[in-house]
């Protein structure tokens, strides 16, 4: 049998010269692929070298799975090419490439590289923020040593193993080898089309391979990549830069639903209050990272799991609470999508349906689109977003624009520039001192949206005065305790600042109410192992939210309930009895049937079926990605 098998490599023996090669081109790949497959793990698990064999051992027919489209895709590039060294460090170099990208996305943001992020590309000074110069020299190091190596295979190994085809008979070959490679381009192109198929099909209907032993995550992106592999959990997510139109959509469909729900608003709109005649400055306030660890949610807390020495880590929060309505907001997201909550929460519309980062992809080129900056500059307000860092970053110049905001407020044009760590994020106490300013700057009702950056990763207890709160856990490793003893320093001092904020407020001679909100949680809890339980995962994406006037009796209940973003706006509105547009009246209808709209809740249970949820989709795409008839 061995010696049958011997000759197939041999270029005398029954597949021929060519045929020989072929077998022997391919071995050689695939064993690359395996290689580099673990190469993709090792450097996902940043530089884990434990983690890696882990995968490989615990999955290997997922991994074997990564594995195979690796090879196709490197035996597609060989095809071409025909040089077998040139394939190989050809595919190296783009994943050190991207492996790099990815540790760089990781340690800033703790989530893994997406297909979404490559829309960033064009943003090259975002880019920058998070490369370091020793890191930069390593990766050129690294390139060039797989240079290096390319070149010694091709000259020295590749000759002596006879992977470089050689013939007398040179242009005759060449043209008999045009339809073999053709062949071989062709079960190429099927064999990739084919192992991929789960990340071209939409939503639902996807085919996921479970039987291979694939589980694949959407709730948690850190999940999924190492249940799955990084090939994988990358392709999956390739579907989210698709928006597909949804059934039923049409001008007649758009028109009829404008038309119910400009009915209902004309009808409503007489029993409720116009914000400009009640003389209100609106303020928005989109915290980065906040969350309130003590919160018993699903019955345990943050800090039942990571227990720490010192007091009330939030206090500020808890007194406003204990005088203002206030809720808890259930993220889209786990550690980062700050862009995607801030989208819903200013538009009212939904990531849900869409897949897609809309910011990113959708929002630059849909143009004027409806949202609360556009609805208080319709009335004559001034409209002012604050964001203390690049503006660039998701391509929020583009899109708080086509929202509505006339001012945009960045880390350039900021007059307060404060730090606290090391990790030299500007602070809240600089963001609110800037909000201040600008309220007082005019005496024309305003609309504020603010973005904070301060609880922003990485975590580092370097800069901070003193750390309050450390953590006691035993079973956590030294970076993990120096990492949530961090965030829970950056919270008190946001606190602290939340608080100066709100009293400065009260010494205003003008009505502001505010609406305050986290938009996740710090990507701290061991969420990687997908067995964990939906209690903690719930845990994980909860965040505060509450709204404040300085004035009296502004509001009309204490308790709102759980939501999300896509709620918000209407939360503030009801609250305050204030007139509204039309969509917010179908949207009041789409958070009644489902208050909390997102993959992660919505995984153990059924959306529902009600129509309200089929016209806030037709809507969302129309404005989105659609003919826009709403505007009509």
């Known amino acids: ?19 020989s090669f072929v077998l022997r081109s391919l071995t050689g790949l695939f064993l690359a692929a395996l290689f580099l497959t673990w190469f993709l793990e090792y450097r996902y698990f940043i530089n884990n070298t434990f983690r890696a064999w882990d ?68 943003q090259a000074s975002t880019l920058t923020d998070f490369i370091d110069i020793g890191g930069l020299m390593r990766l050129i190091g690294a390139i060039l040593l797989v240079i290096i190596l390319t070149i010694l295979f091709e000259i020295f ?31 190429t192109i099927f064999a990739i089309m084919s192992s991929t198929a789960f990340a071209r099909h939409n939503n639902g209907e996807r085919y996921e391979a479970t039987f291979l032993g694939t589980r ?20 999956y997510n390739l579907q989210k830069l698709k928006v597909s139109e949804p059934e039923g959509y049409s001008e007649s469909a758009i028109a009829d639903i404008k038309q119910q729900y400009t009915d209902l608003a004309e009808k409503e709109n007489k029993n409720r209050i116009d914000p400009s005649e009640d003389d209100v400055n609106v ?61 819903e929460a200013f538009t009212s519309l939904t990531n849900f349906w869409i897949n897609a980062v809309p910011y990113t992809s959708l929002v630059p080129k849909a143009g004027e689109i409806p949202s609360v900056a556009r609805t208080f500059k319709d009335k004559n307000y001034l409209t002012t977003a604050i964001h203390p860092y ?23 044009e900021m007059k307060y520039t404060d730090t606290d760590s090391s990790n030299d994020y500007i602070n809240d106490n600089s963001a609110y001192k800037q909000t201040l300013d600008v309220l007082k700057s005019s005496d024309r009702n305003q609309m504020i949206g603010l973005i904070t950056m301060q609880n922003h990763t990485p975590y580092l207890t370097d800069g901070y005065a003193s750390l309050d709160f450390p953590v006691t856990n035993t079973n956590l490793d030294e970076d993990h305790k120096k990492s949530i003893t961090a965030y829970y ?35 701290l809890f061991d969420l990687t192992n997908s067995n964990v339980e939906k209690s ?35 939360t503030l509105y009801n609250q305050l009895g204030w007139q509204k547009d039309a969509q917010y009246y179908l949207i009041d209808q789409v958070c009644a049937e489902e208050p909390i709209l997102t993959n992660a809740y919505l995984e153990d249970r059924e959306l529902s079926k009600a129509l309200v949820l089929k016209k806030y989709e037709l809507l969302t795409y129309d404005i989105l990605s659609g003919k826009q008839y709403w505007k009509n």
């Open 157 to 187: 190994l590749a000759k002596k193993l006879n992977l470089v085809y050689k013939s007398s008979a040179k242009k005759i070959l060449e043209r008999n080898m045009i339809a073999p490679r053709v062949f071989l381009g062709i079960i």
């Open 283 to 343: 303020v928005i306030i989109l915290n980065e990272s906040f969350y309130d660890p003590s919160v018993s949610f699903n019955g345990k807390s943050f800090t039942d799991y990571y227990q720490h020495d010192g007091g009330d880590i939030t206090p500020n929060l808890h007194r406003i609470e204990s005088q203002y309505p206030h809720g808890h907001m259930y993220s889209l997201d786990y550690g980062g999508g700050t862009a995607n909550i801030e989208f």
């Open 390 to 412: 690049n503006g660039g970053m998701y391509k929020r110049n583009i899109s708080l624009e086509n929202e509505g905001f006339d001012t945009f407020i960045t880390e350039k």
């Open 216 to 235: 694949f995550t959407a709730w948690n992106q850190n999940t999924n990549y190492s249940d799955n592999g990084f090939i994988l959990g990358f392709l």
């Open 1 to 19: 049998m061995m010696t049958k098998l011997k000759a197939l490599f041999d270029k005398k023996g029954p597949l021929g010269s060519y045929g």
């Open 536 to 570: 903690v995962r719930d845990l994980s994406r909860v965040t505060p939210y509450f709204l404040y006037a300085n004035y009296d009796n502004a509001f009309e209940s204490r308790d709102l309930p759980t939501t999300t973003p896509n709620c918000m706006m209407n």
């Open 55 to 122: 995968f490989l051992y615990g999955s290997p027919v997922v991994f074997m799975y990564n594995a195979l489209i690796l090879f196709f895709c490197m035996a597609l590039i060989w095809v071409i090419t025909h040089r077998l060294g040139v394939t190989i460090g050809a595919t190296w170099i783009t994943l050190i490439i991207i492996t790099y990208i990815h540790i760089n996305k990781f340690n800033s943001r703790e989530t893994p590289l997406l297909p979404e992020d490559f829309a960033l590309a064009d």
């Open 489 to 523: 320093q950056s919270l008190h001092l946001s606190d602290q600042y939340l608080g100066e904020f709100i009293d400065e407020l009260n010494k205003l001679d003008k009505k502001v109410v505010v609406l305050f909100f986290g938009d996740h949680s710090a990507g």
